[in-house]
C-alpha cells in the first residue's frame, strides 16, 4: 500500500541550512511534494518534482530524488525564523486528486 | 489571481447535527479535492470532483459526501456529526489535468463537534 515516512521533529540554528528527509513506498509515484503549514492556516505549496528527475532548484530551497530508494529531501538554505513550521512531504501515483501526505516535520528555528 | 477561499473559517456543531463547507478553486481550475486533518491521523484525503464529477473517493464513511457546481465551486456535507469528525477540513484546487497534479489549498474550515 501507499505510505509516507518523515522524521517528526528537527530543530536548526537561523542562518543554517536544514534538510528534512522523507520515504515513501508507492513505486507508481508520478510526482513528489513539499508543502509548509503555519499555525492556523492551510497548506502551502513549496515545490514538487516530478519523478523522473534528480534535483529541483529554486531560490533557497532543493529537492534531492532518489527513486532507487524512493528517498525524497528538502533543503533550506539560510534558514530564517519566518522558516519554522510543519513540513509535509507528498505523493500522487496516478490517482485523481488524492495525494498521500506524511506525518510532518516540525521545524524550529533557533536565534 | 484570487487564492482558494474556504467558508466559513470555524464552527462549532452538536453531534447528530448536519454541516455544509463551501470551497471556491482558483479561477480557471476544475478540480477541487477534500482532505480531512486531525492530530491522531494527518492528512486524509475525503475525494475529489472535477467538472461536476466525482473521479476519486476516500476511505471514509457515507456521512461525507461532496457535489461541485458548474463554476467548480465545491460543497462537502456531513451528515449526522460525530465527536470525532472535528478536525480542519481543507480543500485543495488543482488544473485536474493529468499533466498538472499540483494542489492549492485553502485555509480550511475548523469543525468543533460538541
Known amino acids: 500500500g501507499e505510505d509516507v515516512e518523515q522524521s517528526l521533529f528537527l530543530s536548526v540554528r537561523e542562518g543554517d541550512s536544514s534538510v528534512i528527509n522523507c520515504t515513501y513506498t508507492d513505486s507508481s509515484s508520478t510526482y513528489l511534494y513539499w508543502y509548509k503549514q503555519e499555525p492556523g492556516a492551510g497548506l502551502q505549496l513549496l515545490t514538487y518534482i516530478f519523478s523522473n528527475m534528480d534535483m529541483k532548484q529554486d531560490q533557497r530551497l532543493t529537492v534531492l530524488l532518489n527513486k532507487k530508494d524512493k528517498h525524497l529531501s528538502l533543503r533550506i538554505a539560510d534558514t530564517q525564523t519566518g522558516d519554522s513550521a510543519i513540513y509535509f512531504c507528498a505523493e500522487s501515483s496516478n490517482s485523481w486528486g488524492k495525494l498521500q501526505f506524511g506525518a510532518g516535520t516540525q521545524v524550529v528555528v533557533t536565534p | ?114
Open chain 2, 1 to 114: 489571481k484570487a487564492g482558494v477561499t474556504q467558508t466559513p473559517r470555524y464552527l462549532i456543531k452538536t453531534r447528530g447535527q448536519q454541516v455544509t463547507l463551501s470551497c471556491s478553486p482558483i479561477s480557471g481550475h476544475r478540480s477541487v479535492s477534500w482532505y480531512q486533518q486531525t492530530p491522531g491521523q494527518g492528512l486524509q484525503f475525503l475525494f475529489e470532483y472535477f467538472s461536476e464529477t466525482q473521479r476519486n473517493k476516500g476511505n471514509f464513511p457515507g456521512r461525507f459526501s461532496g457535489r461541485q457546481f458548474s463554476n467548480s465551486r465545491s460543497e462537502m456535507n456531513v451528515s449526522t456529526l460525530e465527536l470525532g469528525d472535528s478536525a480542519l477540513y481543507l480543500c485543495a484546487s488543482s488544473p485536474g489535468l493529468a499533466s498538472s497534479y499540483e494542489q492549492y489549498f485553502g485555509p480550511g474550515t475548523r469543525l468543533t463537534v460538541t
